[in-house]
């Protein structure tokens, strides 16, 4: 399985995109300062994540999900949760 998923910076609210194979490792690695965009003295939140099949289909999704049309996606799908609901 590979898993596009969203990060959320718990100190400037700042977004993270990516996909793995390892969700809980790679999770644990962004925690850690083991990111080169999820720099040390980051605490992240995972606050959304989808699950592929195929590698190719988890790299399209992400893809998609850090282009404009897919943030405005992200923002409708997660509304209560950046509303505080």
Excluded: P
Aim: hydrophobic share 25%; aromatic share 18%.
């Amino acid at each position: 399985m590979y898993y596009v998923y969203l990060l959320e910076c718990i100190k400037d609210k700042g977004w993270y995109i990516g996909y793995t194979s390892d969700l809980k490792k790679r999770f644990s690695q962004h925690n850690s300062g083991n990111g080169a965009r999820t720099t040390r003295n980051k605490t992240w939140n995972l606050i959304y994540y989808e699950a592929y099949r195929n590698k190719s289909d988890a790299e399209g999704r992400e893809r998609y999900l850090k282009s404009g049309s897919g943030r405005k996606f992200i923002k409708r799908q997660l509304a209560h949760y950046f509303n505080g609901s």
